[in-house]
């Protein structure tokens, strides 16, 4: 049974930084393609960034040069820094997986796997 725990949320001001954790267990991250999305009230879901096994990273504009993702497989961890934090950043992020799909950003939303999300808000 594949799980995955996100923590690290809360509340700064614009500019601030977070640093988002997802916990996962259940099965091994080579096999599998991660990213996080999120969706803001009202919105509909945005992938933020994908990572396949290899480590390559796809950012969505929006994000680039201030999110950097990042894995530590000893902990099965998946880590999300997230600097220069806009209002507009403000949203649910989830940690997604899904194998045997296309490792790209536009499919994280969909993935079949995600955690229960951690709230960021960001405040002007």
């Known amino acids: 049974l594949v799980q995955l725990v996100e923590s690290g949320g809360g509340s700064v001001q614009a500019g601030g930084s977070l640093r988002l954790s997802c916990a996962a267990s259940?099965?091994?991250?080579?096999?599998?393609?991660m990213g996080w999305f999120r969706r803001a009230a009202g919105k509909e879901r945005e992938g933020v960034v994908a990572?396949?096994?290899?480590?390559?990273?796809s950012y969505a504009d929006s994000v680039k040069g201030r999110f950097t993702i990042s894995q530590d497989n000893a902990k099965n961890t998946l880590i999300l820094q997230m600097n220069s934090l806009k209002p507009e950043d403000t949203a649910m992020y989830y940690c997604?997986?899904?194998?045997?799909?296309?490792?790209?950003?536009?499919?994280?939303?969909?993935?079949?796997?995600w955690g229960q999300g951690t709230q960021v808000t960001v405040s002007s």
């Open positions: 997604a997986a899904d194998r045997g799909v296309p490792c790209g950003l536009r499919f994280v939303p969909s993935f079949d796997y």
């Open positions: 259940g099965y091994t991250y080579s096999n599998y393609c």
């Open positions: 990572i396949d096994s290899d480590g390559n990273t």
